[in-house]
């Protein structure tokens, strides 16, 4: 009796993962960034992050990283569904942060790179307690490492009128889906499957050895930021709305069947994707926390 009943809740567990999975650089994604992140982080902003995580994470940062994916569609929260992508007028394949900033209502800076901006000044605020503060400091947290994800997935930095590929309808082999959530899941479903064994952590552990070998001299180049901000998202969205257009769109017509010859070309964009948001979100943190003094951090 008690083994049918579980089982039974089993299954609609299962079901329901199955439902909630619809959502932005998929689950896969933001945990890997989130990952590659946590084993970069400095001394400083490890002991900060370990403070400002919800009990639940178990000091986890990538168990907690697609938070913000999972409250969004809740009334309550309905006003930072704006905040996980920037639109550019359509066809081009620039991004200007006066221009493209803004929500549909037209308000200034609610997009991805805006609360970038918005949450990483609150975390400047951190004095070393998560209580007594002016800013849930939580929050900020989960969804500025949410958000540096986000703006690292080409797709989120798309055209308006197609809604960065959500209202181009394509097919993923047999499956019938759309351009934004091929780039968001599909992608990175289809190599767990093809080549890590269906395995997320062997995935990672391949982007991981890549920082450290093929793309070790890059690394401080997609490190660099010296604003006085501690944050610099707009190259970011630069380097998206250009890999959307160079990748993303080309060959992506409405209606077409998208198979190998897609998925093995994008695949090492995507990867490289997942790499940079990790190592930039660790940058961004290691700055925002750090004791020393901005002039010292850039010039080390
Ligand atoms: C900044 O963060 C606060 C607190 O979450 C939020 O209410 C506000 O809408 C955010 N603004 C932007 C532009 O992200
Ligand atoms: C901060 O936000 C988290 C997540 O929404 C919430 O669980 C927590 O209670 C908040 N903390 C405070 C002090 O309001
Ligand atoms: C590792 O880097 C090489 C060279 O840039 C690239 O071809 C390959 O796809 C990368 N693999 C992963 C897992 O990122
Ligand atoms: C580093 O970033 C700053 C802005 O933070 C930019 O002005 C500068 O050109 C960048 N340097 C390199 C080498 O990319």
């Known amino acids: 009796m008690v083994g049918s009943g579980f089982s039974f809740i089993g299954r609609v567990l299962v079901l329901l993962q199955l439902l909630i999975r619809i959502h932005?650089?998929?689950?896969?994604?933001?945990?890997?960034?989130?990952?590659?992140?946590?084993?970069?982080?400095?001394?400083?902003?490890?002991?900060?992050?370990?403070?400002?995580?919800?009990?639940?994470?178990?000091?986890?940062?990538?168990?907690?990283?697609?938070?913000?994916?999972?409250?969004?569609?809740?009334?309550?929260?309905?006003?930072?569904?704006?905040?996980?992508?920037?639109?550019?007028?359509?066809f081009r394949c620039n991004y200007e942060y006066c221009r493209d900033c803004h929500d549909t209502a037209g308000r200034k800076d609610r997009c991805v790179t805006g609360a970038i901006y918005n949450y990483t000044m609150q975390l400047m605020t951190y004095k070393g307690s998560a209580s007594e503060q002016k800013y849930n400091l939580t929050e900020a947290l989960l969804f500025l490492s949410h958000f540096l994800g986000d703006v690292h997935q080409p797709l989120h930095v798309g055209f308006l009128g197609d809604e960065g590929g959500n209202t181009i309808t394509v097919r993923w082999y047999r499956r019938k889906t759309n351009l934004h959530h091929v780039w968001d899941n599909m992608i990175i479903e289809s190599a767990m499957k093809t080549f890590y064994n269906s395995d997320l952590e062997v995935m990672i552990q391949a982007i991981q050895r890549n920082i450290t070998e093929d793309w070790s001299s890059d690394i401080s180049l997609w490190e660099?930021?010296?604003?006085?901000?501690?944050?610099?998202?707009?190259?970011?969205?630069?380097?998206?709305?250009?890999?959307?257009?160079?990748?993303?769109?080309?060959?992506?017509?409405?209606?077409?069947?998208?198979?190998?010859?897609?998925?093995?070309?994008?695949?090492?964009?995507?990867?490289?994707?997942?790499?940079?948001?990790?190592?930039?979100?660790?940058?961004?943190?290691?700055?925002?926390?750090?004791?020393?003094?901005?002039?010292?951090?850039?010039?080390?």
């Open 224 to 300: 660099n930021c010296s604003s006085a901000s501690r944050a610099c998202p707009d190259p970011y969205a630069s380097e998206s709305i250009r890999l959307a257009c160079k990748y993303a769109y080309r060959n992506a017509t409405p209606g077409i069947t998208l198979s190998d010859d897609y998925f093995l070309s994008r695949l090492p964009v995507v990867e490289r994707r997942l790499a940079q948001g990790g190592v930039r979100l660790a940058g961004t943190l290691n700055r925002i926390f750090s004791t020393k003094p901005l002039t010292l951090i850039s010039a080390a």
């Open 24 to 90: 932005a650089w998929g689950k896969e994604g933001h945990h890997a960034t989130c990952k590659i992140a946590e084993g970069l982080l400095s001394e400083d902003a490890a002991a900060a992050v370990k403070v400002l995580l919800p009990k639940y994470a178990n000091g986890d940062l990538a168990s907690v990283c697609s938070w913000p994916d999972e409250i969004k569609h809740n009334y309550h929260w309905r006003w930072s569904g704006p905040l996980h992508y920037v639109d550019t007028p359509d």
